[in-house]
């Protein structure tokens, strides 16, 4: 059974930062590309960042130079640091983990990032 299970999410002022955190099991996490996606107010979820096997990462343009994936595959975790944020990163940030065996996708259950003054 797939998990991936969020964390560090949280209320924060413009400029501030916040690491999330999304741990996996059920998965043979080396081999999965990981990325977070985001979802605000009103709006459809989108691609924030994607990190694959091999540690190549790409980034949504908005979150250029602020925001930074990385992955610890001995702990089958991977992060996202924010920093500088914006009122505009205000989402559900959600975890997600691509199986390139099935292609399936994976879901985590959504960490709440509140940005506000």
């Known amino acids: 059974q797939v998990q991936l299970v969020e964390s560090g999410g949280g209320l924060v002022q413009p400029g501030g930062s916040l690491r999330l955190s999304c741990a996996a099991s059920g998965i043979a996490f080396n081999s999965y590309p990981m990325g977070w996606y985001r979802q605000p107010p009103g709006k459809q979820r989108e691609l924030v960042a994607r990190?694959?096997?091999?540690?190549?990462?790409n980034y949504a343009d908005s979150v250029k130079g602020r925001f930074t994936i990385s992955r610890d595959n001995a702990k089958s975790t991977v992060f996202l640091q924010m920093n500088s944020l914006r009122l505009e990163d205000t989402a559900v940030y959600y975890c997600n983990a691509y199986s390139p065996y099935d292609r399936k996708n994976y879901w985590g259950q959504g960490t709440q990032v509140t940005v506000s003054l």
């Open positions: 990190i694959l096997s091999d540690g190549t990462t």
